[in-house]
């Protein structure tokens, strides 16, 4: 999934870089997203979504964690060219198969494919508060 996004983000600062050569930007690599996102949640943990972002890299009121990290420039570039899907052909995509998150569907679909592998059942599984017996006879009942 990182790679996908990775990606298309890089893309799309090319694209944005080509049109306006004042726009400072280095390639996002898998450090630097992890930072990203790290710091993304941690303004939702700080529950911070009423405050401005240069608050939160202030010397005096902010959090050290985010300035250490990096500059508030270099957050809010990457949040402006962060993309999960070929821009270019999002309209198409939207328009034939009358998917609204087309956006986000690949890598929605490689979050899906991924959870299987991440999650094991163990020998008792509770669904809705109930134990079910691994036993297939335990529950069948003879016709009558």
């Known amino acids: 999934m990182v790679d996908h996004i990775l990606t298309w983000t890089n893309r799309h600062a090319d694209e944005i870089v080509a049109s306006a050569p004042s726009f400072r930007w280095n390639q996002l690599d898998r450090q630097e997203f992890y930072a990203f996102l790290g710091l993304s949640l941690l303004v939702g943990i700080q529950q911070s979504k009423s405050q401005h972002l240069a608050e939160l890299w202030d010397d005096q009121w902010g959090y050290p964690i985010f300035a250490t990290t990096m500059s508030l420039q270099r957050f809010t570039n990457r949040m402006r060219v962060l993309r999960f899907d070929d821009k270019s052909t999002r ?9 609204q998150a087309a956006a986000v569907q690949d890598v929605f679909n490689l979050f899906l494919a991924k959870c299987p592998s991440s999650y094991c059942c163990g020998p008792s599984v509770t669904i809705d508060e109930q134990l079910f017996c691994t036993s297939v006879n335990s529950f069948s009942e003879s016709p009558t």
């Open 91 to 99: 309209t198409e995509r939207v328009s034939t198969s009358g998917n």
